[in-house]
């Protein structure tokens, strides 16, 4: 294996200690020749346990610190729902080709460190008193007036410190982007108590026009030439799996989504970390014959050329110009791991599907996930990102931050 292939090898190294108690560390190499600000690091369970030589106790926290004795800011994750943490979350700065060794140590509750909240996920009803929407099932509709009326932003929301996304929760299932002006939390109020996300506030705006496009990222499966978008099914529904400071995921499953003459089953997991400009996409279907590819994109509404890039192991596609809402300029990309990227592929740009896309096929798996990431650089989040350079740059440090998928 390349190291290039890899953003991170793991190794175990003793150190000293004054006490009775076990500390191992954890040591994490950067190799790549260019610093790394904000990484999430995420570790398992099972290999923290082994650092520390013991069975852990879930009633504690998990202190991660770095060489220097600084805390860096963490969060245990339950992902199965069992009661239990799986993984833990932290995040560290890394120099160009640097090495650097992190400490777990097992804690009190009290001792764990208050950290700022730079992740969200909001699915709410559109009336007071704003309620969780996160039991009802996904609408069998296909126009905003049904879905606006009983969903805040028309389904779930999730955002971080620089950009936030949202779903329409309808048969549609197309993925819309809000730019944001703040690092703020903010989406807990869009849409509500007369704001009006489509128009410029202080903290930002819905920015993008997606029509029966991919949107940003919204996903399809391919059998044949024939593109099938999903959307419409059986049975659809979402959940929450974990919201924090670090990172925030959620579900959104489908049971009997229609593909020709063919029904699939499948979970499409969607997860936000501080500071990124994108969102991470993990997609498993059930039910495969073997000749089926995934189908994600970036909407062509402006016709504005593709380029393709290379980059720390991602296949990247991206589109840059005066193609946000109000015609400003945005930058937005995709991200393929490149032993899963296939092809590049441009839906019609009339019919009744998936129409006015910049279209990537992603190879589907019986037994392990398809993955992509979304990147979105709105000018008024960052006037750099007027300059196309800047935001091929960008997609370049992203691809470096999702190397280790």
Request: proline share 3%.
């Amino acid at each position: 294996m390349k190291i290039k292939s890899l953003f991170f090898m793991m190794g175990v190294a003793l150190l000293a200690s004054c006490t009775s108690s076990k500390v191992e560390s954890l040591q994490l190499t950067n190799p790549f020749g260019e610093a790394v600000e904000g990484k999430v690091v995420v570790v398992k369970r099972s290999e923290v346990e082994k650092l520390l030589g013991e069975t852990l106790n879930d009633q504690k926290g998990i202190l991660v610190t770095n060489a220097k004795g600084t805390i860096l800011a963490s969060q245990c994750d339950d992902l199965d729902g069992d009661g239990k943490w799986d993984e833990i979350a932290f995040v560290s700065d890394f120099d160009a080709d640097a090495t650097q060794n992190f400490v777990f140590s097992e804690v009190d509750s009290s001792e764990m460190p208050e950290l700022p909240i730079r992740t969200s996920i909001r699915f709410a009803r559109q009336n007071e008193p704003y309620e969780s929407a996160a039991s009802d099932l996904r609408l069998k509709s296909v126009d905003s007036p049904t879905i606006s009326a009983i969903f805040q932003m028309e389904g779930p929301a999730w955002e971080n410190d620089v950009v936030g996304f949202r779903n329409y929760y309808d048969a549609r299932n197309g993925i819309d982007i809000f730019g944001k002006r703040t690092p703020e939390m903010v989406l807990d109020k869009a849409g509500i108590e007369g704001q009006n996300y489509h128009e410029l506030d202080d903290w930002g705006m819905d920015i993008l026009k997606v029509g029966n496009s991919l949107g940003a990222g919204a996903i399809a499966i391919g059998i044949d030439g024939e593109i099938y978008r999903v959307g419409s099914s059986e049975e659809a529904g979402y959940r929450l799996v974990v919201q924090g400071p670090v990172r925030s995921i959620f579900e959104l499953w489908f049971k009997g989504v229609p593909a020709g003459d063919r029904t699939y089953d499948l979970v499409h997991r969607i997860s936000i970390y501080a500071g990124d400009h994108f969102y991470r996409a993990s997609v498993k279907v059930d039910g495969l014959h073997g000749d089926e590819v995934l189908f994600t994109g970036i909407v062509d509404m402006h016709e504005l050329p593709v380029f393709e890039l290379e980059y720390a192991g991602s296949k990247i596609l991206g589109t840059h110009g005066n193609q946000g809402y109000i015609d400003e300029v945005l930058g937005l990309g995709l991200l393929i791991p490149e032993n899963q990227f296939i092809r590049y592929e441009a839906a019609p740009k009339s019919g009744d599907g998936v129409t006015i896309t910049h279209m990537a096929a992603i190879q589907l798996y019986n037994e392990a996930t398809s993955d992509y990431a979304f990147f979105s650089g709105w000018v008024f989040q960052d006037e750099q990102f007027a300059d196309q350079e800047y935001f091929k740059s960008m997609l370049k440090k992203a691809a470096v931050k999702l190397s280790n998928f």
